[in-house]
């Protein structure tokens, strides 16, 4: 697989991550202490699992469980920035014709 496709999947995946993660901020706040019972606000959580998972397990012990997404969140932006300037750069070294 190329590695211009490959960057491009990791900053697609990363966006839609993102996506869900502040989705599901915004619908908790608006939704209060009911959130849990919100199906739509369980379906982010579902698609935020893979990714909060991972930020707990990098983040220190000190970090409160409520925090963690935002630790993911954050950890999300580092990769999808990371992502965007190696696609960037590909695409200068290649030729920007060929990255369409």
Request: proline letters at 3%; aromatic letters at 10%.
């Amino acid at each position: 697989m190329h590695m211009l496709t490959i960057a491009s999947l990791i900053k697609l995946v990363a966006e839609i991550a993102l996506m869900s993660l502040f989705g599901q901020w915004v619908l908790g706040f608006l939704a209060g202490a009911r959130k849990d019972q919100n199906i739509f606000y369980q379906v982010l959580k579902i698609m935020t699992r893979p990714f909060v998972s991972v930020a707990r397990l990098v983040s220190p012990r000190i970090v409160l469980d409520r925090h963690v997404p935002l630790v993911a969140f954050v950890l999300l932006v580092f990769v999808w920035v990371g992502a965007t300037i190696y696609k960037i750069q590909t695409c200068i070294q290649i030729g920007v014709e060929h990255c369409k």
